[in-house]
């Protein structure tokens, strides 16, 4: 039977209904739409589906949906902000786009949501620190490089942000 689960999705309250063991990835993207998450290999192995749960990177599709019951949730679609133009890109986002680190584009919300994580915990961003952090998103287009140098220019974006 379909149970409530009452959480908060990019800043938003909702309540999703789900069956106990429905994957999260499944009623992100088919009940909510929220379908920039997605899904590669469906085990927990490429990070196509990385969500944030509570602070932590998580594949959407091992997470059953209820153990976002009175959790935090976001997605890719919850990094972009609201500017006065319509939605504005995140920073991440621009120096993802301006540094040419997405090719196909499948693995690029995955590695935009864990480079966010990575990021919010202001680790400094070493090339073994960032290579690290994205270990668990695969990527066959682009060799990495151009992903580590985007979450770089990021890294000293928000710095910049922050100083004084
Ligand atoms: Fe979830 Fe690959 S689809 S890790
Ligand atoms: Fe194609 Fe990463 S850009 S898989």
Not at 21 to 46: A, N, P, S
Not at 128 to 143: K, P, Q, S
Request: hydrophobic letters at 40%; aromatic letters at 2%.
């Amino acid at each position: 039977m379909k149970s409530d689960i009452k959480c908060t999705i990019n800043d938003q309250p909702r309540t999703l209904h789900a069956y106990p063991m429905e994957r999260l990835l499944d009623v992100l993207r088919e009940q909510l739409r929220l379908t920039g998450t997605k899904e590669g290999c469906g085990e927990g192995e490429c990070g196509a589906c990385s969500v944030v749960l509570d602070g932590e990177l998580v594949n959407s599709c091992l997470v059953p949906a209820c153990q976002a019951d009175g959790a935090s949730v976001l997605t890719v679609e919850g990094l972009a902000a609201q500017g006065k133009l319509g939605e504005e890109l995140a920073p991440v986002q621009k120096c993802f786009l301006e540094h040419g680190a997405a090719q196909c584009g499948i693995c690029t919300p995955g590695m935009l949501v864990a480079a966010r994580c990575f990021l919010d915990a202001r680790t400094p961003a070493t090339d073994e620190a960032v290579r690290e952090a994205l270990a668990g998103n695969l990527c066959r287009c682009t060799g990495y490089q151009k992903i580590i140098e985007a979450v770089q220019l990021a890294a000293s974006v928000k710095a910049k942000e922050a100083a004084p």
